[in-house]
């Protein structure tokens, strides 16, 4: 029998507790600030900038986020209490520049620079007294999901702008130093717990300086592995983030990084999976995870975690993939133990923009979609084979691939069964395309 979908969300709701506020960090992606945006505008291939159709005041599905959203999320933040730190994992310039002067209604080099530094300036001035490590997303470059490796004047002066903005974040001048270099850095985030933020357009495979030359640019994978040796010596346990995470794109057969970029990963992961507490990704826009298994035992030894994003807009980046109904704005928060840094819940929240234009004044109510513990009924989320089983049963359970399916847009309903279900299921079994491409035959 399959549950309506409003239904079972509302009886998952009821099942859920909420987990203490103690130790907990906030994770925030994909924002994708639209300041051409205008209520009352159809979505694509207009992007909610033209005055005609439904939008609302507070944003609309498939379009980018209005500056009303953004503030009323960063408010909604600012209301829970967590520890001094939170994740910003990148992206924050629109999908398109919705300026008619510029070519092909494309984004220019300036609107991008400064849709990039406005959005890091409110991520510190809302959250003033907490650290705030971001990561560089592909709509963060110029042109998009374009960045030369280092030594081109290109990628010297994009990452130098990079490294100014986040100087504010508070991050470490060795940190700094790194991020200018390559757009990569490690800090420390508590006594025993460290964070590693991956540049991840060095891995995509959109970027043609990846695609053309695939080779560890600006030895990301050396000082990572490097890193990660220091870390385990010093006693540290380590959260790694970035934008673009390895695997599919989920609704069809394409791979996000370069065959190259994914096997250094894997074998770095391989050698070091039992420090590192988790790997955090959005650039997906929509909620999901992709399993990492050892290169020779098949074992799994971790989970790329992607987390949804702030932003409506859920249309697939993947051409093969069906058009999507958009999704709500998200937002997540990880709850972790303090002494083993290990993550024991996150809680995944939403606010219903339609419900949004209905209030007198407009305004957004958020609230929590799910618990991950009560959600798929887990002890904590480690090892990683919990949530090896969870994927091992979308393609034929079909309880749990409704509560799957249920969250995979924030609550959006978006049928997806045949081709559709075998490949998020695959997907999420398989951060590695080989093995992706032999489960979804």
């Known amino acids: 029998m399959r549950l309506h979908l409003p239904l079972l969300l ?72 967590t520890e001094d730190f939170l994740f910003f994992l990148g992206d924050s310039p629109t999908y398109y520049g919705e300026h008619p002067k510029t070519p092909l209604g494309k984004m220019t080099k300036e609107h991008i620079v400064a849709n990039v530094k406005n959005i890091a300036g409110l991520l510190a001035d809302s959250f003033p007294g907490k ?106 346990r380590v959260i790694i983030i970035g934008h673009i995470g390895p695997g ?76 999507t109904p958009g999704k709500q704005p998200a937002l997540r928060m990880y709850h972790y133990d303090p002494k083993t840094f290990e993550f024991l819940d996150f809680d995944q929240y939403y606010a219903n923009i339609s419900q949004a234009s209905e209030r007198h004044p407009p305004g957004l109510t958020w609230q929590r979609e799910y618990s991950a513990k009560h959600y798929y009924d887990l002890q904590s989320l480690r090892p990683a084979e919990v949530f090896a089983r969870i994927a091992s049963q979308l393609d034929k359970n079909d309880f749990v691939w409704e509560r799957f399916r249920a969250a995979l847009f924030v609550t959006r309903d978006f049928p997806c069964e045949g081709d559709c279900r075998k490949f998020v299921s695959c997907s999420a079994q398989h951060a590695d395309f080989d093995d992706f491409l032999e489960c979804a035959k």
């Open 10 to 81: 509302f009886i998952l709701s009821l099942c859920s507790c909420y987990t203490s506020p103690n130790h907990s960090f906030w994770v925030v992606t994909d924002i994708h600030v639209s300041d051409d945006y205008k209520p009352g505008t159809e979505p694509p291939p207009f992007f909610c900038t033209k005055g005609k159709g439904p939008a609302g005041p507070m944003g609309y599905y498939n379009c980018d986020s209005p500056r009303s959203l953004i503030l009323n999320a960063l408010g909604f933040m600012q209301t829970l209490p």
């Open 131 to 236: 650290r705030v490590f971001p990561t560089l997303g592909n709509h963060d470059c110029y042109p998009v999901s374009y960045l030369a490796v280092p030594g081109y004047e290109q990628s010297t002066e994009w990452l130098g702008m990079l490294a100014d903005t986040w100087s504010h974040f508070g991050l470490p001048d060795s940190a700094l130093a790194t991020v200018r270099y390559a757009g990569y850095y490690t800090a420390p985030v508590h006594p025993g717990l460290r964070v590693i933020s991956l540049n991840t357009i060095y891995f995509s495979a959109d970027n043609p300086f990846a695609m053309l030359n695939q080779s560890d640019h600006g030895q990301q994978f050396a000082w990572m592995r490097r890193t990660l040796e220091q870390a385990r010596k010093a006693g540290e």
């Open 248 to 323: 599919s794109m989920d609704l069809g057969p394409l791979f996000t990084w370069t065959k190259y970029s994914w096997t250094m990963y894997r074998d770095i992961l391989a050698d070091h999976h039992d420090i590192i507490v988790g790997q955090l990704f959005g650039h997906m826009h929509f909620d999901t995870f992709h399993v990492v298994h050892h290169p020779k035992d098949k074992t799994p030894i971790g989970v790329c975690t992607i987390v949804p994003a702030l932003t409506p807009r859920a249309s697939a980046n993947n051409p093969l993939a069906p058009i």
